[in-house]
């Protein structure tokens, strides 16, 4: 079992838990993730390691509640514990051979974003910043991301923090007023990094990106995970996360992750009359 | 505990074989993946003296046809554990799986027997294996073909699937088939199947389970130094079970490939005794 031992709201969606997985922190890398399992017969889910210390042994994770599983995760306090906990899983991003990336998160991405950003700044590369959110009440992460980057972009699809606008715009702007990077890494909705590959692409700027497919053991055992770059099969669990954004194929990951929809919306439903039934009675 | 269904192995089984080993004091660390959570020589620098790998043969294979990466598509170890591991059949279990109607198995071994009858449990109305060979070389063992059609499976032999035809939501809507013929006899010995020029048709479906094999993860053998590998990616052992590396052993399908759960125990067994005379001729 491993415990809880903070639980912090960081928006009405987002929570951010740190764990006590000391074999697991000793090995972390930017860029793994986590496969945890909350219960007994329980999905497994991957989350990205937010954050580690090696010598607390502790790993944090940041997740978004989005279904039923991230909504059962959610109903465990600090002294509680996790089930499963198993990783770190999956490449660590390349960062060593970088000095000057525009990192850019979407939303939750945020939190997947932000060990790459501080293990690029922990390697003295210089770090331009940019994240996005629908709104100012889903922002996460700012002063994290101030203090590792050089400079810290923040926008709005609804203009409510932040400059209005997509990520995109303020990329395009940068490349414009001649900023230029050795690499642009981007993670987020598939869509936001569909649009940011086809941007760099005109400017032939390399970008990785970090694909979440939907994964069941994390170790290359089931396929499930799989996707097309370069026009060969990759498995995101084993052959990335990360990948160059400029030879996946992202109509076809988009198509993929919708697999599971509907069943989706009747487990998120189910969990959340379960949870109102316990809490009424 | 994944991949066999419960009608072939019950779980009740493999638990009682492991509370057999908790017993004898074996401590089990889960949650553990080695070449991630600890490399091998990690292990010996926490002092154990010898390592045996039997970490199976579990990445799948796919044939890389266009449409693979359709929605309804999956390797036979996702549905069988979406399936067995993780009881996507009971109602309560979290994890899910598709609802189809008419399923695809593609190959003839005993995985694929095993993914039809659990797609025919889980209702699915057509099942139907496609296998390039014919009823003669069909790998499965001959029980396991027999229970396959009781339960209604349906063999479409001398066939091979050359694309998967999707929908506009990016779902399979059905396999395009060839039919073979059997020509001369390859390296294996046998029939090497060949393409009947202008056979091709297309089989309705709105699911498909690649169950064409596996190979060993090249988690381990990545992360360890001087550990031998043969061209399938299998570990090279001798009869002992001693593999290039002092210290570390192997056995199962990490180093037959996909072979039976008979000859990875008595490999197990055998690397056991390898092992107690290692360790003991070191001291
Ligand atoms: C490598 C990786 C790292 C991730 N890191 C984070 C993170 O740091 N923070 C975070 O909030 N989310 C992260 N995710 C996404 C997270 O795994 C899903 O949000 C979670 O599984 C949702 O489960 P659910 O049951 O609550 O929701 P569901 O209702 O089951 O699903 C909601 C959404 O999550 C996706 N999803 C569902 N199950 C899985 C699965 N087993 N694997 C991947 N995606 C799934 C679905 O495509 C769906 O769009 C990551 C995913 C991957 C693959
Ligand atoms: C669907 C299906 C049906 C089958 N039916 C039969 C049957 O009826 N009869 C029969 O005799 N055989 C059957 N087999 C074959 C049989 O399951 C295998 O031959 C047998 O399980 C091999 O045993 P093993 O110990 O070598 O590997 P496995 O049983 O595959 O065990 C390997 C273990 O190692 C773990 N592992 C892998 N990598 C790592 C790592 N890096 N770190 C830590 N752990 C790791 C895996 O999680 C797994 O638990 C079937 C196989 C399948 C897939
Ligand atoms: S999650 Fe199973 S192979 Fe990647």
Redo the contacts with the bound molecule.
């Keep these: 079992m491993y415990r809880i031992l903070r639980k912090q709201r960081l928006n009405p969606t987002?929570t951010r838990m740190v764990i006590d997985a000391p074999k697991v922190a000793r090995k972390a890398q930017a860029g793994q993730?986590v496969i945890l399992r909350v219960k007994e017969d329980g999905?497994?889910?991957?989350?990205?390691i937010?954050d580690y210390d090696a010598m607390a042994g502790t790993v944090t994770?940041?997740?978004?509640?989005?279904?039923?599983?991230?909504?059962l995760l959610d109903r465990l306090e600090q002294g509680d514990a996790i089930l499963d906990f198993v990783g770190p899983l999956?490449r660590p991003s390349e960062v060593k051979h970088l000095h000057k990336v525009c990192v850019i998160g979407g939303g939750?991405g945020c939190?997947?974003a932000y060990p790459t950003a501080k293990a690029l700044h922990e390697n003295g590369a210089e770090v331009t910043l940019i994240s996005g959110f629908r709104n100012k009440d889903l922002v996460i992460l700012q002063e994290e991301f101030q203090a590792v980057s050089k400079t810290c972009h923040l926008v709005s699809d609804d203009g409510s923090t932040g400059k209005k606008g997509l990520v995109t715009d303020v990329l395009k702007e940068l490349i414009e007023q001649g900023e230029s990077f050795d690499e642009v890494i981007a993670i987020g909705p598939l869509v936001m990094m569909k649009f940011v590959c086809l941007l760099t692409k005109q400017y032939s700027i390399k970008t990785i990106v970090?694909m979440?497919?939907?994964?069941?053991d994390g170790t290359g055992m089931c396929g499930c995970?799989r996707l097309s770059v370069g026009g060969e099969m990759k498995f995101?669990?084993v052959d990335g996360?990360d990948f160059d954004g400029h030879a996946v194929d992202f109509d076809e990951a988009i198509s993929r992750?919708?697999t599971?929809?509907e069943h989706?919306r009747k487990?998120?439903e189910e969990a959340c009359n379960l949870f109102h039934k316990e809490v009424a009675s | 505990m994944y991949g066999i269904p419960e009608f072939r192995l019950p779980k009740t089984i493999v638990q009682q074989e492991i509370e057999g080993l908790k017993e004898m004091g074996v401590e089990i660390e889960c949650n553990t993946v080695i070449g991630r959570s600890q490399t091998v020589d990690e292990l010996f620098e926490e002092g154990y003296e010898a390592v045996f790998i039997g970490s199976g043969a579990g990445l799948p294979n796919f044939m890389n046809l266009s449409g693979e990466n359709l929605k309804g598509v999956y390797s036979a170890n996702e549905f069988l554990t979406r399936c067995n591991l993780m009881k996507a059949y009971q109602k309560g279990g979290?994890t899910p799986l598709q609802r189809a109607k008419r399923a695809v198995i593609v190959g003839g071994g005993n995985v694929a027997m095993d993914a039809a009858r659990c797609a025919k449990r889980l209702g699915v109305g057509h099942v139907y294996i496609v296998y390039r060979r014919s009823m003669e070389e069909l790998p499965a063992r001959k029980e396991e073909v027999e229970h396959a059609m009781e339960e209604g499976i349906e063999f479409l032999l001398l066939r091979n699937p050359i694309r998967v035809l999707g929908n506009e939501e990016g779902w399979i809507r059905g396999v395009e088939c060839v039919e073979m013929e059997l020509g001369e006899p390859d390296e294996s010995g046998r029939c090497r199947p060949v393409e009947k020029n202008g056979s091709n048709f297309v089989l309705e479906a709105d699911c498909m389970i690649m169950a064409i094999g596996t190979s060993p993860n090249p988690l381990i053998r990545s992360t360890t130094e001087g550990l031998e590998t043969n061209r399938k990616g299998c570990l090279v052992c001798d009869e002992q079970g001693r593999t290039t590396r002092e210290g570390v052993f192997a056995g199962g399908d990490a180093v037959s490939g996909a072979a039976t759960v008979i000859l990875a125990m008595g490999a197990g067994k055998t690397a056991a005794k390898a092992i107690d005379e290692y360790i003991k001729n070191k001291q």
Excluded: H, K
Excluded at chain 1, 43 to 48: D, K, S, V
Excluded at chain 1, 212 to 216: G, H, K, L, Y
């Design positions: 987002v993730f999905e497994r889910i991957p989350l990205t937010a994770i940041i997740y978004q509640i989005v279904g039923a599983t991230t909504m999956g939750v939190a997947i970090s979440n497919p939907i994964m069941i995970c995101a669990c996360p992750s919708s599971y929809r989706e487990a998120r | 979290d």
